[in-house]
Structures are given as structure tokens and as C-alpha cells.
């Protein structure tokens, strides 16, 4: 079954500007993780964020987690068309079948 | 270095042929997993294995069998192919089976006519 959400579904901006991407999930998690998806390639780990964890940042991303509203967000500052991907949340259920389970994705175009 | 390799990238076969995909990972993880990806995008565990056992097996076809001859290797095969297998196939791995990020190969497009 699929646990996460992203909302939007897609999102296009012109770059320089941020972009934010929202993930929301049903049940109590160990640890949410976010991944990029250039098209025709494979997934690339971005952050994982665990559960008593509020935030997090990697460069130009910032992930946020309120677990009491079961939702996550991804924040690129400062897009580029690099980033140009497909964007997704990933959650590992607590008491789950040690797995990971992604949402649809977000699918992000930056415009030069 | 590739980290997670897969052969073939790109596979075309017909209705009830057989075939396998290869996955190999350099990293010395431990775990290993199958992933299929459809055309919407939506991504899907279908196997799991920790040191060559397997831990997580999906509600997938007995059609898919798949098999880790050692650590480094998980491949895939697939029996009686049939219109909705096309997919994409991802193979990915982690340091271990909890709480840790995965590594995914490029993926094989297989597509069944």
C-alpha cells in the first residue's frame, strides 16, 4: 500500500527561486527519507530524517518532519536547472515489514 | 566506480519468453532489493534480502524468483512474461536493513510486447 503523499504532484519555477514539496503519510514511522529521480536514471539519496528529529539541512536543502501531523517537507533554496528531477519521500513504518515505502513523487522543472 | 550496476539497461522481449536481470553492488552492503517502478512513476518494493537471505518478498507473482548467489549479487528472473511486467526494474542496496539509505542502480527498462 502507499504510504506517502507529495503534494504537488508537479511544481514549475524559474530558477533562483525555492521550492517546496510536501509529503504527508498515515502511520508511526522510524525515519522518512527524501530521494531525487533524474529521468531515465535511477533514485539518489538525499536526507533521511528520523523521528525525533524536527530538522535537518544539507546544503541547499531543508527537510522538516512534525510527526504529530504526519507530514514532511523538502525545501530547495536557490533552484537551479540542475534540479530539474522528480522528487520523493520514503517512510519505514514503525513495527513495518523493515521496508520503504515512496510516495508518488513531485515532479520539479526549473526554468532557465 | 559504479556503486549498484545492472545489466541489461534496456530489454525487449515478447509474451512468455523468460529472462533475468543482473544486479551487482561494490559498496560491501549487506542488503539488496528489487524495485519495480511503473508508468506512473509509482515506485514498489518487490524483494528484500540481508546477507543472502531473503526478508522481504511482496505480494509478487511466483513468476519472479529471485536469487543472491553471494552478498554482492541479487539478480532477478522472471517467467512467462506477460504484458504488465513492463516496467522499469531498479535494483538497490544498503548498509543494512533498518534505518539506513539506499543506493539504486540505473534500472532496467523492460518492456513486453
Known amino acids: 500500500s502507499q504510504q506517502g503523499e507529495e503534494d504537488p504532484q508537479a511544481l514549475s519555477i524559474q530558477e533562483g527561486e525555492n521550492a517546496t514539496m510536501n509529503c504527508s503519510y498515515k502511520t508511526s514511522i522510524n525515519n522518512l527519507q527524501w530521494y531525487r529521480q533524474n529521468s531515465g536514471r535511477g533514485l539518489v539519496h538525499l536526507i533521511l530524517?528520523?523521528?525525533?528529529?524536527r530538522e535537518k539541512h544539507s546544503g541547499r536543502l531543508r527537510v522538516t518532519l512534525d510527526t504529530s501531523k504526519k507530514s514532511s517537507s523538502l525545501l530547495i533554496t536557490a533552484s537551479r536547472a540542475a534540479d530539474t528531477a522528480s522528487y520523493f519521500c520514503a517512510t519505514e513504518e514503525v513495527g513495518g515489514a523493515q521496508k520503504l515505502v515512496f510516495g508518488q513523487g513531485t515532479r520539479l522543472t526549473i526554468n532557465p | 566506480d559504479t556503486a549498484v550496476s545492472q545489466t541489461p539497461k534496456y530489454l525487449v522481449t515478447q509474451m512468455g519468453n523468460d529472462k533475468s536481470i543482473k544486479c551487482e553492488q561494490n559498496l560491501g552492503h549487506d542488503t539488496m532489493y528489487w524495485y519495480k517502478q511503473d508508468s506512473k512513476k509509482f515506485l514498489k518494493i518487490m524483494f528484500s534480502?540481508?546477507?543472502?537471505?531473503?526478508?522481504i518478498n511482496e505480494t509478487v507473482p511466483n513468476r519472479f524468483s529471485p536469487k543472491s548467489p553471494d552478498k554482492a549479487h541479487l539478480n532477478l528472473h522472471i517467467n512467462s512474461l506477460e504484458l504488465g511486467d513492463s516496467a522499469v526494474y531498479f535494483c538497490a542496496s544498503s548498509q543494512g536493513h533498518l534505518s539506513y539509505e539506499q543506493y539504486f542502480g540505473p534500472g532496467t527498462r523492460l518492456t513486453v510486447t
Open positions: 534480502y540481508n546477507n543472502k537471505e531473503l526478508i
Open positions: 530524517i528520523r523521528s525525533n528529529e
